[in-house]
């Protein structure tokens, strides 16, 4: 099912089928930056455990997992992951549950990786509290397709989602992704730093007035 179709990039629903495909896209998207080169090398083990990671959010119901197909080559070159609002309002709110990410433990750097998924929990609940949102989780576009719009296709579709529900969306966002947001309406409001001098950025986006939350 095609959801949106614009500048040769097909936006689609990704299933557990595309998780060998999607693997990948990580150290394309990120290994541009040696902070994530030493988080996670780039081998056939950690493109597995990636893939574990990719199945293992493909059967939460909480989450809406992405892709952007080029026409031309018939490639994914881009994934991302909504994680929906928790249903009630004292529950506990989804994403970035331990054991989702578990597969990636053995083969991550404990220095950078703690810091950095430390840095995403801390701030989240420091930011978010128990209201409901939208949470941009991951979104990862090959190099060599970066400034097509892949990206700007997966976030619209999301916060499109959170507009109609009127609620807010939350980012936690690398210093190269953070113009991408900004476009989309994120206001960044808080920065960390982590090791290697690196920072990352933390950002909000209201929704916009005209709908009503859902019951």
């Not at 994530?36 to 090398?41: D, E, G, N, S, Y």
């Not at 455990?49 to 199945?55: D, G, I, L, R, T």
């Not at 909480?62 to 529950?91: F, M, N």
């Amino acid at each position: 099912m095609t959801l949106a179709h614009k500048n040769g990039l097909r936006l689609e629903y990704a299933t557990a089928e595309d998780a060998e495909a999607i693997a990948p896209l990580f150290a394309l998207s990120f290994h541009d930056h040696a902070y994530f080169r030493r988080m996670l090398p780039d081998t056939t083990e950690s493109r597995s455990a990636w893939a574990n990671v990719f199945q293992f959010a493909c059967k939460d119901p909480y989450t809406i997992c992405l892709k952007i197909t080029d026409d031309k080559t018939g490639k994914i070159i881009s994934h991302g992951r909504w994680v929906k609002p928790k249903e009630q309002i004292k529950a506990e709110q989804p994403g970035h549950e331990e054991e989702r990410w578990s597969a990636l433990d053995p083969y991550l750097d404990a220095e950078t990786a703690d810091a950095l998924f430390g840095s995403f929990a801390k701030n989240r609940q420091e930011m978010m509290e128990e209201r409901r949102h939208y949470y941009m989780e991951l979104l990862m576009t090959a190099g060599e397709f970066k400034g097509r719009g892949a990206g700007g296709m997966i976030l619209e579709y999301g916060t499109a989602l959170a507009d109609e529900e009127q609620v807010e969306c939350y980012i936690d966002a690398s210093p190269a992704g953070r113009p991408l947001y900004e476009r989309h309406g994120f206001v960044f409001t808080k920065q960390e730093k982590l090791p290697m001098d690196y920072h990352y950025n933390f950002g909000i986006r209201e929704p916009k007035a005209g709908k009503k939350e859902k019951k």
